[in-house]
């Protein structure tokens, strides 16, 4: 069964720093999603990584993914106050089904 | 290009009343998702729809749920009756077919937060 980690749960940090978020996922996978949620709001896509090294970079986010440690990254460099939400990673389960299985979701808040 | 729609975005019910959720996905997407998430958690699926079949309802509460979708597009979610434990938001996602694709990319609607009481 496929299983996914996310760490920290939760983090709280300040303006200006840098920080990673880990994805941890038990079985071979080599496509992996990372959404954000805002309180209250629905979940919105953020990265799409689809194979081993992929790095994707959107303003002060970037993750990759590496498929043979089963762990993707995503990094927040100088963190600015609207970044604070929850952000989920998923991975695509490879089987017929085309599931994705979810992380707990990590949730960040960026004091100013 | 019009987003995940789903209605209504919240809804507050008595306990054992029914209730009903509507959602029209992305056009052209042929993988239809019910999700349930309860506050401070994860999305848990509960059913998912390749066109107008099923694949997998296996977490889905078929004692009380029940979902449809007819003509391959828009999907309605029911629980009948509703237990307090049902409170949570329901959110409908959608995605292109991923075998040819490559990539199995989910779109969100913005949710119903149910409220049981």
């Known amino acids: 069964e496929l299983k996914v980690e996310q760490n920290p749960l939760f983090l709280s940090m300040q303006e200006g720093k840098n920080y990673t978020i880990y994805c941890n996922y038990s079985?071979?996978?080599?496509?992996l999603y990372w959404y954000r949620q805002d309180p209250g709001k629905s979940l919105e896509s953020l990265f799409v990584l689809l194979s081993n090294g992929a790095v994707k970079q959107e303003g002060r986010l970037m993750a990759s993914l590496d498929t043979k440690a089963r762990l993707s990254t995503l990094h927040i460099t100088a963190a600015v106050h609207d970044l604070s939400a929850t952000y989920f990673c998923a991975v695509d389960a490879l089987d017929s089904n085309y599931q994705l299985i979810w992380g707990a979701g990590t949730k960040l808040i960026i004091k100013p | 290009e019009a987003g995940v729609a789903q209605s209504p975005r919240y809804k507050i019910i008595e306990k054992r009343q029914s209730v009903a959720f509507w959602c029209n996905p992305i056009?052209?997407?042929?993988?239809l998702y019910w999700y349930q998430q309860i506050l401070g958690q994860g999305p848990k699926l509960l059913i998912q729809f390749q066109n107008n079949g099923v694949v997998d309802d296996s977490q889905l509460p078929k004692d009380r749920f029940s979902a449809e979708r007819l003509k391959g597009v828009d999907s309605t979610l029911k629980i009948q009756p509703a237990k307090l434990e049902d409170s949570a938001v329901y959110l409908c996602a959608s995605s292109l077919d991923r075998p040819r694709w490559g990539h199995n990319e989910q779109f969100f609607g913005p949710g119903t937060r149910l409220t049981v009481l």
């Open positions: 079985t071979t996978s080599d496509r």
């Open positions: 056009s052209g997407h042929a993988t």
